[in-house]
């Protein structure tokens, strides 16, 4: 869905070639780099590291840093300066809840209200994101960055017939913030095949208009963020938290899935 389609709502937070400011450069750049990994929970951000790093000017990278400390990726203390934000179970609790309910009702929509457009966006994006979890090497950095990519555009294409701009502006922010949780937490290389036959299942259910796709879109998404807190707190060495509560229906439509011990390291969505 591109601007010049959409009668209102804000603007798509990624335009592929359109011409950039300094500023734009060090956002992309600083936000890319703290949701891949590069800078840690936490980490002291620089500027004048940051300036060397990009070679990029100081105030643009200033103003980089403000943009990003909005979205919540990093915070600024003061006179300290900025950090990247922490890492905490509770936040990731609330960002994959809140993922649910607006990637949920996105996808709710787009059954009711998509058209070819989006039925080959879906169909399309699946194909792709299906040929790569089946490969037998996976290269793990290589592994990681495309298949958040084609995660990514998969479950955009999901979500792209709702008919709402602010919808997939507000999907497209929390996507980022579980992505930058699943990339510290998660061992990419090892996806469990239940993963794929849950993204198959969604596929199939929504092209066939059957809002039961919901159901276990929910589901996915629950498991995500269950195994991604059982990785922090093995990590830290604690008991894990209880996960996001499932609802029944949909636990007794969705498809049985195997004891959550056996995918805990890659269950990821």
């Known amino acids: 869905m591109t601007k010049s389609k959409l009668p209102w709502g804000p603007a798509p937070r990624r335009l592929i070639d359109a011409p950039k400011t300094l500023a734009d450069e060090a956002y992309q750049r600083i936000h890319d780099d703290i949701i891949h990994g590069e ?6 951000l620089q500027p004048d590291a940051l300036r060397e790093r990009y070679n990029i000017g100081l105030s643009p990278v200033r103003e980089a840093l403000s943009r990003v400390a909005l979205e919540g990726l990093a915070v600024a203390e003061g006179q300290r300066g900025f950090f990247v934000a922490p890492a905490t179970r509770e936040e990731l609790l609330d960002i994959a809840d809140l993922r649910i309910q607006f990637s949920v009702l996105s996808l709710e929509r787009s059954i009711k209200f998509g058209g070819d457009e989006w039925e080959n966006a879906v169909v399309t994006s699946y194909y792709q994101l ?11 950095k290589t592994f990681h960055d495309e298949w958040e990519r084609r995660n990514r555009a998969f479950h955009e294409a999901l979500e792209s017939g709702c008919g709402s701009p602010w919808l997939l502006h507000f999907c497209d922010i929390l996507y980022d913030q579980l992505e ?4 510290r937490f998660v061992v990419y290389t090892d996806i469990h095949p239940t993963i794929a036959e849950e993204h198959k ?7 066939a208009r059957d809002l039961r796709a919901c159901d276990v879109l929910k589901q996915h998404f629950q498991h995500a963020a269950s195994v991604i807190g059982g990785m922090m707190e093995k990590g830290e060495g604690r008991s894990a938290p209880a996960p996001l509560k499932k609802d029944k229906a949909a636990a007794e439509r ?8 056996k995918r805990a390291r890659a269950r990821v969505a």
């Open 180 to 183: 930058r949780y699943r990339r």
């Open 254 to 261: 969705a498809k049985p899935q195997k004891p959550a011990a």
């Open 130 to 140: 299906n040929k790569l979890e089946n490969q037998a090497h996976r290269e793990p």
């Open 201 to 207: 299942q969604i596929k199939e259910l929504a092209l």
């Open 39 to 44: 800078f840690a929970p936490d980490d002291k």
